[in-house]
């Protein structure tokens, strides 16, 4: 399991874009020495906030992650799946900004994980995000009560992302 915060889009996404590159070189870069060491079916499971959109470029170009299981299954060198395109294609978010969503959390599995070879496999349908009605704020958007910094504080805010969840079955269970 690789957790994950990359950094943030302030002062813009595109200035900030750099940064989430590297973050996606680290994560490929580990990604494939974990391979090396512990064989193709290992499983990787690399999840958290990217900050990043899954058709963004940190995520396909440089963190590997395809849309596609089929290209996972069959690359020669390891890729991840990233189990947050069908969110995104449902229209849900893990953020809100300017009242805009944003699927900026990912869950990212690698072969062993997606055809079961490590032992374990991911249940690609139970990817959720989670939004208990308390952690929601009021409005027209369902954006998360946020918990805020040190100069304005909110003890009932939980974090300006929701949280994203995936089942992980052992064996043929």
Sequence with gaps: LIGNHWPARSGGQYMSEPYRIIAAETLSYFHERIHSIYGKDVAVLAMGDFNDEPFDRSLTEYALAERS?????????????????????????????????????????????????????????????????????GGKYPAPIRFGRKNKMNVKGYSDHFPICIKIEIGDE
């Design 69 to 137: 299981v089929t290209k996972v299954l069959n690359a020669r060198s390891p890729k991840f799946y990233n189990a947050m395109w069908g969110i995104l294609g449902a229209g849900d978010a893990t953020h809100y900004y300017d009242n805009a969503p944003n699927v900026l959390d990912q869950i990212l599995i690698s072969k062993g994980l997606l055809s079961g070879a490590s032992g374990i496999k991911a249940n690609l349908d139970s990817v959720k995000i989670i939004k208990h009605p308390d952690m929601i704020s």
